[in-house]
């Protein structure tokens, strides 16, 4: 006969040891009670179990021997969001490590609010949630070009008081549930956003970067421009998981671009102190073990620049949020990059003939040199590269017998001699 798990129960008298412990998968913990008793109860810290879970449940005699793991679920659709919360494990040598999934729920998610996840034009965002093992209930919300498209669809879709927003490219800690109970009353204080820290790609190092946050649904209501202290924000001490924020070369960019543009025109209100940000920003300036790091580089140092200029506009700073913005700011970027890349082989090409001309004629012989800038490269090329025309020249100053080549195209160098001595 089978016993069922959500018996009511008056007399606990009889059930299993519970140890309470942060690693569900340390078995030898229930090695300690061998001889003593059949089974413990591995239960997760800061865990509470359903009321109405049986603690005096044990298994049928086939499967005696074997670990029993009883899930947490959704209130709403009772399916399993996870499985590290509750396991029966049997002490002594005869345990067979291997898990047996239940039906019966021994907890459930109190989370109140509907979560959110999200994305800025991307058109992989159903295959990215379909690759993940999400243990949650979620809405996708997906293709908005900016924050304010984002904040204007979710507050068409919920009534609820505040909603949670999570970051596609965020891979979740199966061990973070959303559940929060803030230390104020959310009926007191409607302006606060919490913001949890996460561990990314780009820096390795863990700090809040937006990646989940439980935002009042009434500042969705009345978002104002980005820079106005308009929300408070308050950081709660938990990980919640890895961003990876270099998924493609626009994201690492842009990622390293807003974040450098909010780090450098926020005053002492930030919730992150100025001397951490600093220390956050020349990490990603040097940030070559990352991938695509080159990205994530040129990204944050162009954040610093616009800030730098435009710290007193709050409209021009909200733009780094605006994803079309970006992308089109990313674009004259990589056009930008190209450019110096032909200059600076332009330049090399000239190296290389300068040097053949005095591998030929000798060290002695003089070289005149034009120099011509590209106008074209405008303010983020902060170190303008030239391209060398050269033209070697009589020793003495003999204008009749210089060889011009200022306007000769540049294959014609290679046929250039000198004049010699005589």
């Given amino acids: 006969m089978k016993r069922l798990a959500f018996s009511y129960t008056l007399s606990r008298l009889k059930s299993w040891p519970i140890i309470e412990t942060d690693n569900l998968l340390d078995y030898t913990l229930a090695d300690e009670y061998a001889g003593v008793y059949n089974y413990v109860w591995l239960k997760l810290k800061n865990t509470t179990i359903h009321e109405n879970f049986n603690l005096n449940w044990f298994p049928d005699e086939n499967e005696r021997h074997y670990i029993h793991n009883f899930p947490r679920c959704a209130m709403t659709n009772k399916k399993p969001i996870s499985w590290n919360v509750l396991k029966l494990v049997p002490?002594?040598?005869f345990r067979i490590e291997k898990e047996i999934l239940r039906r019966e729920i021994s907890s459930y998610n109190n989370n109140r609010f509907p979560i959110y996840v999200y994305s800025f034009n991307d058109p992989y965002a159903v295959k990215k949630l379909q690759e993940k093992n999400i243990n949650f209930e979620y809405n996708l919300v997906k293709s908005k070009s900016s924050l304010e498209e984002l904040y204007k669809s979710i507050n068409a879709r919920t009534k609820e008081t505040h909603v949670w927003l999570v970051d596609i490219d965020l891979f979740v800690d199966p061990k973070f549930e959303f559940i929060f109970s803030p230390a104020d009353n959310f009926q007191h204080n409607p302006r606060k956003i919490y913001m949890w820290n996460n561990d990314n790609v780009s820096a390795e190092i863990s700090y809040p970067q937006g990646a989940v946050r439980l935002v009042p649904v009434s500042l969705l209501k009345n978002r104002q421009e980005l820079g106005t202290e308009w929300f408070e924000v308050e950081i709660v001490n938990e990980n919640v998981g890895v961003l990876n924020d270099t998924g493609n070369p626009f994201k690492a960019w842009a990622r390293a671009f807003s974040q450098a543009v909010d780090f450098t025109s926020s005053d002492d209100s930030h919730p992150i102190n100025i001397q951490t940000r600093r220390e956050i920003l020349a990490?990603?300036?040097?940030a070559t073990h990352a991938r695509l790091s080159n990205y994530v580089i040129d990204g944050t140092i162009a954040g610093i620049s616009y800030a730098e200029k435009?710290?007193?506009?709050?409209?021009r700073l909200s733009l780094a949020h605006d994803y079309e913005w970006l992308a089109e700011r990313f674009r004259r970027h990589?056009?930008?990059?190209?450019?110096k890349k032909?200059?600076?082989?332009?330049?090399?090409?000239?190296?290389?003939?300068e040097s053949k001309i005095k591998r030929v004629y000798g060290e002695g012989v003089d070289l005149e040199v034009d120099t011509i800038i590209d106008d074209d490269i405008v303010e983020h090329v902060v170190n303008r590269k030239t391209v060398k025309k050269i033209r070697p020249v009589n020793n003495e100053n003999n204008d009749t017998e210089k060889s011009i080549v200022e306007n000769e195209p540049r294959k014609s160098l290679k046929r250039i001699k000198p004049i010699r001595e005589i």
């Avoid at 990490?283 to 040097?286: A, I, N």
């Avoid at 435009?310 to 409209?315: A, F, G, I, W």
């Avoid at 990589?334 to 450019?339: A, R, W, Y």
């Avoid at 032909?342 to 003939?353: F, P």
């Fill in 91 to 93: 002490t002594g040598k």
């Fill in 283 to 286: 990490t990603l300036q040097y």
């Fill in 310 to 315: 435009n710290k007193e506009v709050p409209s």
């Fill in 334 to 339: 990589q056009k930008l990059e190209t450019q």
């Fill in 342 to 353: 032909m200059l600076s082989a332009n330049k090399e090409t000239s190296d290389n003939i």
